[in-house]
């Protein structure tokens, strides 16, 4: 009955004119650029999370939603897709399903130049001093021409501490993230959001053997932005170019890898 409440409350906000006042009993508002937020508790708990988006751009109202194994969410304007934020062995896993499939998979690691994943696509970055490691796997083409970019968007941007190891303390969070004045446009509004995007560290793919063997990864043994580190260059399981710089000039050098990559 719970959920089919809240469904039926995320159903009201998609066919509502926003801009007009609506009250949603036992939820508490909180005003942000572009919309409002919409928490609800139980027992002392956050429960559930609405999120309503008046501008054209962002779409209508998010829904966020909890049970004891995974957090759930969906977007209004997205029929098709929904993000799963799921634990296993307390690291956070974060799935993008597009028609109940599996399009993107994030698992957070513990990274061990020594003992890495397996034929793996290992990521690593940094965001509010924090930095985390994770295995990405990605299966585009199960999305066919299809493109439901602001569900996307919200995949990636939304900002959740990695080094949490709890639903409980993973939703409140998120809460906390859209009690934020500008939540919104870190998600949604293009180079505002970048400005907020975690700072990369590595991009790497590993052999049969754990071993890397293609990619870019800075050595950030000081975690101090200003100080310069080293960096190397991988290909075919060897090094072919290294070198240091600080955090700020190393995001100019893995843009320019990338680039190159994908030329």
Wanted: hydrophobic share 35%; charged share 25%.
């Amino acid at each position: 009955m719970k959920n089919l409440l809240i469904f039926f409350s995320l159903f009201v906000f998609s066919v509502s004119v926003f801009g007009q006042d609506m009250e949603m009993p036992g939820f508490k508002e909180i005003k942000i650029e572009g919309g409002s937020t919409f928490k609800k508790y139980e027992n002392g708990k956050l429960d559930s999370i609405i999120v309503t988006m008046a501008a054209v751009n962002y779409g209508n109202a998010l829904l966020f939603s909890k049970t004891k194994d995974a957090i759930h969410i969906t977007n209004a304007a997205d029929k098709n897709s929904l993000i799963k934020i799921e634990l296993k062995d307390k690291k956070q896993i974060r799935t993008f399903l597009y028609k109940n499939e599996p399009i993107i998979i994030i698992e957070s690691i513990d990274f061990d130049i020594n003992h890495l994943p397996k034929n793996a696509m290992i990521s690593t970055s940094i965001s509010n001093n924090i930095v985390s490691s994770c295995t990405v796997y990605t299966n585009y083409n199960k999305l066919g021409s299809d493109n439901p970019d602001k569900t996307y968007k919200l995949f990636y941007r939304l900002d959740i501490r990695s080094d949490l190891n709890n639903l409980d303390a993973i939703f409140n969070n998120i809460g906390d993230f859209f009690s934020q004045e500008d939540s919104l446009l870190k998600i949604f509004y293009g180079n505002y959001a970048e400005k907020f995007a975690p700072q990369a560290l590595a991009s790497l793919q590993t052999d049969s053997s754990g071993k890397i063997k293609d990619g870019i990864i800075l050595n950030f043994k000081s975690l101090k932005t200003n100080e310069k580190n080293e960096y190397s260059i991988y290909k075919n399981g060897k090094i072919i170019k290294s070198g240091t710089a600080n955090l700020k000039d190393y995001q100019n050098i893995f843009i320019d890898y990338q680039e190159k990559l994908n030329d």
